[in-house]
């Protein structure tokens, strides 16, 4: 009988080592493919092509019509610092929709819009002055500037949209590029506000606030009793801000919610008689328009790699978040308000819905052909690990600072704070918001369409909030090179 070495027990043990590891990952991996019952009840039934298809054709003549639930117009001014984008934009839009005077309008922001649907009316005679967030002296020389003589009397409403967005970062050492941008330049506009005389004060927070971040690597006792991994699904609600205090950094999925968790605190603890401040907190996704993350990156891909087709989320049109903003400052002019000093979380009046909910409507309806490579979660989970890590080498040894290669293209987002963000959130709805996602589909289709409507062209390139970030990042110390010198339209 063969008698077995050390070295033979050490071979076998690494093989069952290997063996027990391999499914314990593969145990990981059908978790985190999966859909806990709770979730499955709450959620929107499929998509069906032919009902897609029914509404699409219903919105060529039909649009949807935000304005309908608008509350009345009110004679004041106003700015949007970050009317360039997709919230601040549908804000803008829906003031002059409902009335407003472009020259009562004022845009502050680092860029002027993509947006298509300001190249005509009287979105185009908006003011817009180019500026810097983060310098409290562009902000109150933007804050400053004069008014047309016609509304240059009339109290002044100041909606806040500006933000970066970096959802996967979570390492305190990339944390002061979202901390200056969203803490400090939110408190600049604050104080820009205070000292140009405004009374009402809207800001756009997030409803990412509230998400705890994942624990997939499950407990042996846990994984026996088959449960599911801790945070796998959360409610978007605003618990955490009522009588709690601010949670530490590391029990926020990211940096991103750390810093407008950190924000919206300073903003409700503005408000006071004169001063009415308060924040909107758009349910985790917000889609709208070909620049955003939700629907308007996987409209820009051929081919969208993800792990997160089953994932069922509350999303929020830019639109309802611009008129839950328009609502919100009508709340803030009433005598009595119980609404100021506190946040609010909005979505879609849906069901929540899958993300193959949306992916099924991007292939049924797009001009440009859309597939999609599912990708294993778990496999995923541990590259995420691996780029976080090697990401973070050069901050922890700066010797090594220009001499190891950075991770980029899409994997550079690939962090273990991304799947955070990829469980199931669900927030309160009421009704279907499939014409939503349509109509957003039916635009990208109109600016894609071929000559006299035949074929379609190339994918067009647009800056999304994820690009933007990096874009502004790369500029270094922006003070030194954005000035409130950009065109004014209305006041030219």
């Not at 300073?266 to 001063?275: I, P, Q, Y």
């Not at 909107?280 to 996987?298: E, F, H, K, Q, T």
Request: net charge positive; proline share 8%.
């Amino acid at each position: 009988m063969k008698e077995y070495t050390l070295l033979d027990w050490l071979t076998v043990g690494a093989y069952v080592a290997v063996a027990l590891l391999v499914a314990y990952l593969a145990r990981i991996n059908y978790l985190l493919k999966g859909t806990p019952e709770e979730v499955q009840k709450l959620t929107d039934s499929p998509w069906q092509p032919a009902k897609l298809k029914e509404i699409y054709e219903k919105l060529r003549t039909h649009p949807v019509d935000y304005t309908a639930n608008l509350p009345p117009r009110q004679s004041r001014r106003y700015i949007v610092t970050g009317g360039s984008g997709l919230v601040g934009g549908f804000i803008v839009l829906q003031l002059l929709a409902r009335g407003t005077p472009p020259q009562s309008i004022r845009i502050i922001d680092i860029r002027k819009t993509e947006r298509s649907d300001f190249k005509t009316g009287p979105a185009t005679k908006v003011g817009f002055v180019q500026t810097d967030i983060t310098s409290r002296e562009s902000v109150r020389a933007a804050f400053g500037r004069e008014w047309h003589p016609s509304v240059s009397r009339l109290p002044l409403t100041v909606f806040h949209t500006a933000a970066v967005i970096i959802p996967s970062d979570r390492s305190k050492f990339v944390y002061a590029f979202p901390e200056r941008v969203n803490v400090a330049g939110t408190q600049n506009v604050l104080d820009a506000a205070e000292a140009a005389g405004a009374d009402i004060v809207s800001v756009t927070s997030s409803a990412s606030i509230a998400i705890r971040p994942i624990e997939p690597f499950v407990g042996l006792g846990r994984l026996l009793l088959g449960e599911w991994p801790r945070y796998f699904w959360q409610v978007l609600d605003c618990r955490d801000f009522f009588g709690k205090p601010l949670r530490p950094h590391e029990e926020f999925f990211g940096n991103y919610p750390a810093t407008k968790a950190v924000a919206e605190r300073a903003v409700c603890a503005a408000s006071r008689d004169g001063f009415r401040t308060g924040c909107i907190r758009p349910a985790n996704g917000v889609y709208g328009s070909p620049a955003d993350n939700i629907l308007g990156d996987p409209l820009a891909r051929a081919v969208m790699p993800t792990w997160a087709t089953h994932i069922v989320q509350s999303f929020v049109h830019g639109a309802n978040v611009a008129v839950a903003h328009l609502h919100h400052e009508a709340a803030l002019l009433r005598p009595d308000c119980p609404q100021a000093g506190r946040p609010f979380v909005v979505t879609d009046p849906n069901p929540p819905i899958a993300y193959d909910h949306m992916y099924t409507a991007i292939r049924t309806l797009s001009i440009h052909p859309f597939m999609v490579l599912p990708l294993p979660p778990a496999v995923m989970l541990l590259m995420a690990h691996a780029i976080e890590w090697w990401s973070v080498l050069p901050y922890k040894f700066p010797s090594l600072k220009g001499v190891i290669p950075a991770v980029r293209g899409d994997a550079r987002y690939l962090k273990p704070g991304l799947f955070s963000i990829c469980t199931h959130l669900v927030a309160t709805n009421d009704e279907a918001a499939r014409p939503g996602m349509v109509q957003e589909i039916l635009e990208w289709n109109v600016e894609h369409a071929g000559e006299n409507g035949q074929g379609y062209i190339a994918r067009k390139a647009y800056t999304t909030s994820v690009s933007l970030a990096d874009h502004i990042q790369k500029l270094g110390t922006l003070s030194n090179t954005i000035t409130t010198s950009g065109r004014y339209t209305s006041e030219e």
